[in-house]
């Protein structure tokens, strides 16, 4: 028997975005859904346009450059990805949503009002009667531009089922082509979850037209769980973030619900259209836009997902790999034990492994990569795949540097006053110099920085993790920064409406893990620059070659 498609619709962009600190540039929202188009998810939801100018410019990027072909010929229109606006169920929203996804093939308006009772009187302050002619409303406008829409009842997880087959019947009729059934506040479990999207398909008027979706959050740790089981009940669209990430727990990984559906195969019997390999890639490139770092033990693509470290276990493993092992770690795209290159090899070696790898550089960045290569070949005996993926992104995925490292030095253990002395590249050209004493060396480095840099923030988060073992292993040092004084506009999550800290998060690679400090403290201060409206007037480069070779 065919196994049946459950469509994957990634929405790293829209609910990923509202995670606490994973404020996004346009540069890195471009190169993540060119990514995601890579890897092959049917709909990507680029954003929630009516947030800000910015927010809608950014989705009409990606629907211009990643839901478009070149040619434009409809075989490969066929290939593309949907390219989705979010939208709250008023007109001005549905227009900026439209306005931002028309350039797409493929556009979808994705509207949503809440159904649950709590939503209703307190947030929404509406009866029953009056959010379902709301809704037939709204679902009516936006079909008015667009002939794929979908409706989600928020909170359905909370809402009476009675009421949402009404709802839905409604939105249905009034020419929705998906209904959404979201977990916003992550309060189901699998049992209810299943039932509730069963009673769904079974009780609403129309439903057989239209593909029905699942989007749950991580609140009480179900939200893969939920999703399996809105699935095993009849939803034929998935809802998911690369890494989990989202709202407060965050969403349903993208990770997980994938290769849930490739290693129990005989249990769904279904199949979805990624292509796992990049899987890996596209985790550390979310997390390193982002800065939000992905847990050690987290499932399939943390650092430890296909470690062994118990004698017994390494024993079975070299028996027979299926004793420890369910997945295999290239399936995902992980390669980390290969060594593979060092100091002596040549920059042919280098550019034919990389290729090999997945990644076409042009000369510039080429030469840009090899060099650093080289720089970190004379401190690290052998580099594995790992390390060149790091080195790479390191290299080639810096949105927008208006300062940059040239140099750091740091004095620091019990004898004395900790101390750094950093020479940054400014965007005047010059080189700044600057030393200062701190509570450690990354405090000092940090404190020199400030004073060249001068944009006053508060350091939220930071964290060190080696890419490979061993004492030379390479250090990846992640921060989330916010502006001080409320600099910088709040943005407003489009649930609550409450305005929220923008929080900037940068990364940064080295051997020298106070190097890897200063390198991500800066890219963070970058982007704080940028979205403080200065230095606006630099280009943006892009990153092509960070794609998988086709
Ligand atoms: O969690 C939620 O309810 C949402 C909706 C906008 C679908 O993200
Ligand atoms: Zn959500």
């Known amino acids: 028997m065919q196994n049946q498609y459950i469509k994957i619709f990634d929405t790293t962009l829209r609910d990923g975005e509202q995670s606490p600190g994973a404020t996004l540039t346009s540069f890195e929202k471009l190169e993540i859904a060119r990514m995601l188009a890579s890897l092959g998810v049917d709909i990507i939801e680029a954003g929630f346009p009516a947030a800000s100018p910015d927010d809608l410019e950014g989705v009409r990027k990606i629907a211009k450059e990643v839901g478009n072909s070149p040619s434009g010929g409809s075989d490969e229109n066929d290939s593309l990805p949907v390219i989705c606006g979010l939208a709250r169920a008023n007109k001005k929203d549905i227009d900026a949503a439209w306005e931002a996804v028309k350039h797409a093939a493929k556009p979808r308006i994705h509207t949503f009002l809440a159904t649950s009772p709590i939503h209703m009187k307190f947030k929404l302050n509406m009866d029953s009667e009056e959010v379902v002619e709301l809704v037939k409303e709204m679902v009516a406008y936006a079909k008015s531009y667009c002939d794929d829409i979908e409706f989600s009842p928020e909170d359905a997880g909370r809402s009476d089922p009675e009421f949402l087959y009404l709802v839905l019947g409604e939105a249905i009729k009034a020419g929705a082509t998906t209904i959404n059934i979201p977990?916003?506040?992550?309060?189901?479990?699998?049992?209810?979850?299943?039932?509730?999207?069963?009673?769904?398909?079974?009780?609403?008027?129309?439903v057989e037209n239209v593909v029905v979706s699942v989007h749950c959050h991580d609140d009480l740790g179900l939200a893969t769980a939920n999703t399996l089981a809105g699935i095993a009940a009849g939803a034929g669209q998935a809802e998911v973030t690369m890494n989990g990430i989202g709202e407060r727990a965050g969403n349903t990984s993208l990770e997980e619900i994938v290769m849930a559906i490739r290693t129990r195969r005989k249990i769904f019997e279904l199949e979805t259209g990624i292509d796992t390999t990049l899987i890996t890639r596209m985790s550390r490139m979310v997390s390193n836009y982002t800065g939000i770092p992905v847990q050690p033990n987290k499932a399939i693509v943390g650092a430890n997902a296909f470690a062994h470290e118990a004698g017994i276990h390494q024993d079975g493993m070299l028996k027979n790999q299926m004793t420890y092992e369910i997945m295999q770690p290239d399936m995902v795209g992980q390669s980390h034990s290969r060594l593979v290159l060092g100091k002596h090899s040549g920059r042919h070696a280098f550019k034919a492994h990389l290729a090999e790898i997945g990644y076409q550089l042009n000369k510039e960045e080429l030469e840009r990569t090899f060099k650093r290569f080289k720089e970190v070949a004379d401190r690290k005996k052998t580099i594995t795949d790992a390390d060149l993926e790091a080195i790479v992104a390191d290299q080639i995925s810096q949105p927008r540097e208006i300062f940059s490292l040239d140099g750091l030095q740091v004095t620091c253990g019990t004898m004395g006053m900790p101390t750094a002395t950093v020479r940054l590249n400014?965007?005047?050209?010059?080189?700044?110099?600057?030393?200062?004493?701190?509570?450690?060396?990354?405090?000092?480095?940090?404190?020199?920085?400030?004073?060249?840099?001068?944009?006053?923030?508060?350091?939220?988060?930071?964290?060190v993790n080696a890419i490979t073992e061993g004492i030379d292993a390479i250090g990846e040092v992640s921060v989330r920064l916010q502006a001080e004084n409320g600099s910088i506009p709040r943005r407003r999550s489009p649930q609550s409406n409450q305005a929220q800290a923008r929080t900037f998060g940068g990364h940064g690679v080295d051997t020298d893990i106070i190097v890897a400090s200063a390198k991500a403290y800066l890219a963070a201060l970058n982007k704080l620059l940028v979205a403080s409206g200065h230095y606006a007037e630099l280009e943006e480069k892009t990153a092509e070659s960070l794609q998988p070779a086709k």
């Open 183 to 206: 977990d916003t506040v992550g309060y189901t479990i699998p049992e209810e979850f299943g039932a509730l999207i069963a009673g769904i398909i079974e009780h609403t008027p129309g």
């Open 426 to 463: 400014g965007p005047d050209g010059e080189l700044h110099v600057h030393a200062a004493i701190g509570t450690g060396p990354v405090d000092a480095a940090f404190s020199a920085i400030d004073v060249i840099v001068k944009a006053p923030n508060i350091l939220v988060e930071y964290s």
